[in-house]
């Protein structure tokens, strides 16, 4: 059974840190590439980082150097070291599989809940 359950949210001042977690349940999120995703309002979903299971990874342009997103040796759990947040970060994170790559893919079905990330003075 499909789950993903993310966590590590919260309000956060532009500068700061915040490392979110996703729980994953379900061999195809141990097999395929992982992607942190996030949705401000009223924009679109957007693909933020992305690791394979041998631990390649691919940024956004605007969160490189200051994202890092990572994945456990068994897949079941996958971070997203976010540094720096500026206020233009705040959104919606979710994490789930990445079906294509980086700059083509399209959407899963099933998504978790996601965490609020909100970065403000």
């Known amino acids: 059974q499909m789950q993903l359950v993310e966590s590590g949210g919260g309000l956060v001042q532009p500068g700061g840190s915040l490392r979110l977690s996703c729980a994953t349940s379900g061999s195809i999120y141990r097999i395929n590439p992982m992607g942190w995703f996030r949705q401000a309002p009223g924009k679109q979903r957007e693909l933020v980082a992305l690791v394979t299971n041998g631990g390649n990874t691919q940024y956004l342009e605007s969160v490189l150097g200051r994202f890092t997103i990572s994945r456990d040796n068994a897949g079941n759990t996958v971070h997203l070291q976010m540094n720096s947040l500026k206020p233009e970060d705040t959104a919606v994170y979710f994490c789930?599989?990445?079906?294509?790559?980086?700059?083509?893919?399209?959407?899963?079905?099933?998504w978790g809940q996601g965490t609020q990330v909100t970065v403000s003075s």
């Open positions: 789930n599989a990445v079906w294509g790559d980086f700059q083509h893919h399209y959407e899963p079905d099933y």
